[in-house]
C-alpha cells in the first residue's frame, strides 16, 4: 500500500478499466494523484483490481456493461451526489479475427454486437453519467484513428473503423445539443497499442503510449468544446 485517499484530490469516472488501455489509465492517474472510479464487467479478479491494491485508498472498483442500460442506470444511481472531474468511457470491442472482411462478410450479429458496444453503449454512459460531471469538467471516450473517415486511405477493418466513426457522430451531435456548456470534450485517437484488441504487432506499448493520452485529456481540461485528438494533442480529421 503506497496511498492512502486525498479529499481534495481530483476524481476520474472510467469506464472499462479492467485491463488494456483501460487499466493502464487508471494506474497513471492513480500515480498524477487523481482518484479513480474505475469500472469492471463481471465479478473476476482484474488488473484493477491489483492496481486498487497499489494504490490503496485512490481506485474504487463498481460494475457495469456499458451494453447494459439498466446497469449504467444503476451506476448513476450508487453516486448520486457525487461530483466527478472527468467522465472517461474506454470501454470497447473488435473483429480483429477478420481484419480483411467486406460488409458481405459481416452477419448482422457480428455488426450489432460491435456497433452496441462502441456506439450504442458508450454513448448511452455518456448521455446517463455526464450530470455528475462537474460544469467545468471533461467528458471523453476512446475513439481510434481508424474512426477517422478522412484518413481512411486502406480500407481494412471496415466495421471497426465504421463503429469509432458513428461513436464520433453520435459525440458531436451531443457537442450540438450541448453548444453552451462548459464542459471539455474529447474523443481520443490513442494509436495502435499492443493490448488484447490491438494485437502483438502493434508499434507501441502502453507504458509509453498511455501517460501520453492522459497528458492530453489533463490539458484538454479548462478549454470548451468538442476535440478528435491523437496522444500528442493533434487535432484528428473527422
Ligand atoms: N489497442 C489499440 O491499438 C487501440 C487503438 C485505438 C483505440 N483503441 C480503443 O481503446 C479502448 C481500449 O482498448 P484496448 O486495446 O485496451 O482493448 P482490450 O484490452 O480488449 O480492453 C477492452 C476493455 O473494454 C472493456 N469492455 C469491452 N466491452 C465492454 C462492455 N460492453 N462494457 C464495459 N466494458 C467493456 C473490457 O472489459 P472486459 O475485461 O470485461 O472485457 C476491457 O476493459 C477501446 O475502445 C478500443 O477500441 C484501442
Not at 488501455?21 to 464487467?41: K, N
Not at 468511457?89 to 473483429?95: E, P, S
Request: aromatic share 4%; net charge neutral; glycine share 10%.
Amino acid at each position: 500500500m503506497t496511498e492512502r485517499r486525498d479529499e481534495n484530490a481530483p476524481t476520474i469516472l472510467l469506464l472499462g478499466a479492467s485491463r488494456g488501455l483501460g487499466a493502464a489509465m487508471a494506474g497513471e492517474f492513480a500515480q498524477r494523484g487523481w482518484h479513480i472510479i474505475g469500472t469492471v464487467r463481471g465479478a473476476d479478479r482484474t488488473k484493477l483490481h491489483e492496481l486498487a491494491e497499489l494504490h490503496a485508498g485512490r481506485i474504487a472498483i463498481e460494475q457495469v456493461d456499458v451494453t447494459k442500460r439498466d446497469q449504467i442506470a444503476a451506476l448513476r444511481e450508487r453516486l448520486s451526489g457525487r461530483q466527478v472531474e472527468m467522465l472517461f468511457v474506454n470501454a470497447g470491442t473488435a473483429n480483429r479475427d477478420k481484419p480483411n472482411a467486406t460488409m458481405a462478410d459481416i452477419s448482422p450479429d457480428e455488426f450489432a454486437d460491435i456497433m452496441i458496444t462502441n456506439a450504442l453503449g458508450v454513448m448511452c454512459a455518456v448521455e446517463l453519467l455526464q450530470d455528475l460531471v462537474r460544469p467545468d469538467g471533461l467528458i471523453g471516450a476512446m475513439s481510434s484513428g481508424q474512426g477517422s473517415i478522412a484518413n481512411n486511405a486502406n480500407g481494412v477493418n471496415d466495421l471497426y473503423r465504421s463503429s469509432k466513426a458513428a461513436l464520433n457522430q453520435l459525440m458531436k451531435s451531443y457537442a450540438a445539443r450541448h453548444a453552451g456548456d462548459q464542459r471539455s470534450l474529447v474523443l481520443m485517437a490513442p494509436g495502435w497499442i499492443r493490448t488484447d484488441l490491438g494485437g502483438p504487432s502493434a508499434p507501441f506499448g502502453m507504458a509509453e503510449a498511455i501517460p501520453e493520452v492522459v497528458t492530453v485529456l489533463l490539458a484538454q481540461q479548462g478549454t470548451p468544446g468538442l476535440r478528435f485528438v491523437d496522444r500528442a494533442g493533434k487535432t484528428v480529421p473527422w
